[in-house]
């Protein structure tokens, strides 16, 4: 067991993972969670390790002495060359004293490695102590996703909701090429302002053909959120469809994600998806196919927090002003 007055700070060492770290992971995982963590397997050290060994994660870790006092972890998409930040713990006795900015630190040098265009993470939004630490790093903010957190995750036994919390989602960019959009008029000037404060150049000639589904759709249990892939123009009978076989499994929150490369004119499924009670979410930047996606988002349920949400940046309060204001327009219209 960790020391709860940790002496000598020397001798904490940050590295890659190797198999013997699992059981100490999923130990920290339980101190830090309770049993509240929803990837579960982050609890099991057989999985964590084979999660590692097929590359479907990539963790680092923090050791004091012979003791696992920290976790974070690569998850690499299977769609896009990006990955996720995530699954991360520190032990509480060691908190404030860097050992989360140096797992950072050498989980960007494995980005790099690996040759990723972008990482991302999603802070939970019950402290701004994430929030503070991605930007640290060159994060920026380009999403708030209400409700994706749900009410039975507790960090720490100390922050817990009653109701959904939201999620900050942060880039930070390894390929800042030029990307061709198509820019919906509702929401152009917040698209332009979130791309400009990440310093990604862009123009508004759309170079690749249309093509893919129309509305793809999936359903993540574990959190209660569905989501969908738009590609093509989408019509009302296809999204009527969608949700019903979403909402038939009991989704707390839906995400809609409009791709900004294909459309040539985006306008009518961002105004359809309005009238179906989506508002504003952010940019997700090579979500699929290294094209970047407008996410609208949907509440089907009163269950959501949206007065204890914090945000570390001026930015970030923007961003969540902007969003809050576009859903009291779509519940007005409503």
């Not at 494995?110 to 102590?129: C, V």
Request: charged residues 25%; hydrophobic residues 40%.
């Amino acid at each position: 067991m960790a020391s709860s007055h940790p002496e000598d700070t020397v001798e904490i060492a940050v590295r890659a993972f190797i198999p013997s770290d699992a059981e100490g992971i999923s130990q920290l995982i339980r101190r830090n969670y309770g049993d509240t963590y929803h990837k579960r397997f982050a609890y099991d050290p057989d999985a964590i390790r084979q999660m590692n060994e097929s590359g479907r994660i990539a963790s680092v870790v923090a050791h004091y002495y012979e003791t696992v006092i920290g976790h974070f972890a690569l998850i690499p998409s299977a769609s896009s060359s990006i990955a996720e930040i995530g699954i991360a713990a520190v032990d509480p006795a060691f908190k404030h004293l860097g050992v989360m900015n140096r797992m950072f630190d050498l989980l960007c040098s494995l980005a790099g490695s690996m040759r990723l265009n972008a990482l991302y993470g999603e802070a939970i939004m019950l402290h701004p102590f994430s929030q503070r630490a991605n930007l640290h790093h060159g994060m920026t903010e380009t999403a708030v996703l209400l409700g994706e957190v749900p009410s039975t995750i507790e960090i720490e036994h100390r922050y817990k909701d009653a109701q959904r919390s939201g999620a900050m989602v942060s880039y930070l960019f390894f390929d800042r090429d030029e990307r061709s959009l198509v820019l919906p008029e509702r929401y152009r000037a917040i698209i332009a302002a979130t791309y400009e404060r990440a310093k990604l150049p862009f123009n508004e000639t759309p170079i690749l053909p249309a093509g893919g589904s129309a509305a793809a759709y999936r359903y993540n249990g574990a959190l209660e959120i569905g989501s969908l892939l738009i590609d093509t123009p989408l019509c009302a009978e296809d999204l009527e469809s969608a949700l019903d076989a979403l909402l038939s499994e009991g989704c707390a929150m839906i995400y809609a994600d409009i791709n900004l490369q294909r459309f040539g004119n985006i306008d009518e499924t961002v105004e359809l998806l309005n009238r179906s009670g989506f508002f504003y979410a952010g940019v997700m930047y090579s979500l699929h196919r290294g094209q970047d996606y407008l996410r609208l988002q949907r509440k089907n349920t009163r269950n959501v927090d949206e007065e204890r949400l914090h945000c570390y940046s001026a930015f970030g309060k923007y961003l969540l002003e902007f969003i809050l204001e576009d859903e009291r327009r779509i519940s007005m219209s409503g």
